[in-house]
């Protein structure tokens, strides 16, 4: 049994205790919070300016950072899509889940995040940005809607093959529809009775780089002073890029908005991140899916439940995607006993009341204490 079980152990023993003396099965979280889970596809961390980018490209995910935890160091265990969210929805390394490239099925076998929560009393919903993480891929396990439909003449890829697979109508779809099938499941769809777990994928940083042209100009971009043509092309290429991460950032506002309309922000927990980078010629490649630099791999992480945990903190110490489904589950009170997860659920961290300072300048405390793993 790993440390982190151990240390969990206690914990379940208590709840069980008052429960067996009080009558109540759910007695740590009587009310379980939502969870919306977003990935922005194709996002380096240094090109967020919640991570210190040096344009503004994603000023409502610094609001968010401000009312929660930020993850400087935050890492996806490969830079192809469908291999990462694997990791996501499982908390297993690629060489586990089999899911080696785009186009091979997430297997049966594994327990998904969306159906472990859907076990435990939860509405879940999906929508995704890319034929990618089309549900006929696996993903769809445990949700009860699965929005992965795309329209040809919305698309930005016109193909109609795609890694052996047929595409039958569109391969992918822009952020702003993205977000509006999203805001609309949460207004017309949830219950408004269960808790929901929402996951919404953004495609849009992926290349080609085609962003709406108000946010080209929102950043300000200033025209190429290279005279080598093909370094004015690159600048020219970066600028349009970070553009797409502001769309998807302005996109992913607009959900943060409708949780605050509706009253919600306080009961429910928000993560964002990414399922890779990019390369942006760092290592003479521009894309990603080959390499495992540091631009192909360090993502954004950011994560929210105000009053639970903290706000404006920032954690340095090294996050790994496999850690996500643990935390989560942990944060939760709904980590399996007999889960084997490699990664570490980092619930009690992300909750401690310790000073922000601390956890910044002694690291070590957050991984000691939470997974002294033997
Ligand atoms: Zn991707």
């Known amino acids: 049994m790993s440390g982190t079980h151990r240390i969990l152990a206690p914990v379940w023993s208590f709840s069980f205790f008052l429960s067996a003396v009080f009558g109540c099965s759910r007695f740590w979280l009587e009310d379980p919070p939502n969870i919306v889970l977003i990935t922005m596809d194709t996002t380096r961390a240094d090109h967020c300016s919640v991570h210190g980018y040096e344009r503004d490209t994603t000023p409502n995910l610094r609001r968010l950072a401000e009312q929660g935890t930020r993850f400087d160091s935050a890492y996806s265990p490969t830079s192809t899509t469908a291999s990462s969210h694997a990791t996501i929805f499982t908390g297993l390394y690629p060489l586990t889940h089999r899911v080696l490239k785009n186009g091979i099925r997430l297997s049966d076998d594994f327990a998904t995040l969306a159906e472990r929560l859907q076990g435990e009393g939860y509405q879940t919903a999906a929508v995704v940005g890319s034929f990618a993480m089309a549900g006929k891929f696996g993903f769809a396990q445990g949700f009860s809607s699965y929005d992965d439909r795309f329209l040809r003449d919305q698309s930005t890829f016109e193909v109609t093959q795609w890694q052996g697979h047929p595409v039958e109508e569109g391969f992918d779809r822009r952020a702003d529809s993205t977000s509006r099938h999203a805001i609309e499941w949460l207004r017309e769809k949830w219950d408004g009775q269960r808790p929901f777990f929402l996951f919404v994928h953004f495609f849009d940083p992926h290349f080609p780089y085609d962003p709406p042209e108000r946010f080209e100009t929102q950043l300000d971009l200033q025209p190429s002073e290279f005279e080598d043509a093909k370094q004015a092309r690159l600048h020219e290429k970066i600028a349009k890029y970070d553009a797409e991460i502001a769309f998807t950032d302005f996109e992913i506002g607009k959900i943060l908005d409708v949780l605050r309309e509706k009253d919600l922000e306080e009961h429910t ?52 995607m496999v850690d996500l489904a643990p935390t989560l589950l942990g944060l939760i009170d709904r980590l399996p006993h007999d889960a084997e997860f490699p990664g570490r659920n980092l619930a009690r961290c992300l909750r401690t009341k310790i000073r922000s300072r601390w956890i910044r300048t002694t690291r070590s405390f957050c991984i000691a204490n939470i997974s002294s793993r033997e």
Request: hydrophobic share 45%.
């Open 269 to 320: 927990i928000v993560i964002v991140t990414g399922d890779h980078g990019e390369g942006l010629m760092d290592h003479g490649y521009l894309m990603h899916a080959v390499h495992i630099y540091e631009e192909q791999v360090r993502v954004p992480f950011l994560i929210r439940w105000p009053g639970t945990i903290a706000a404006g903190r920032v954690i340095d110490a090294p996050l790994e």
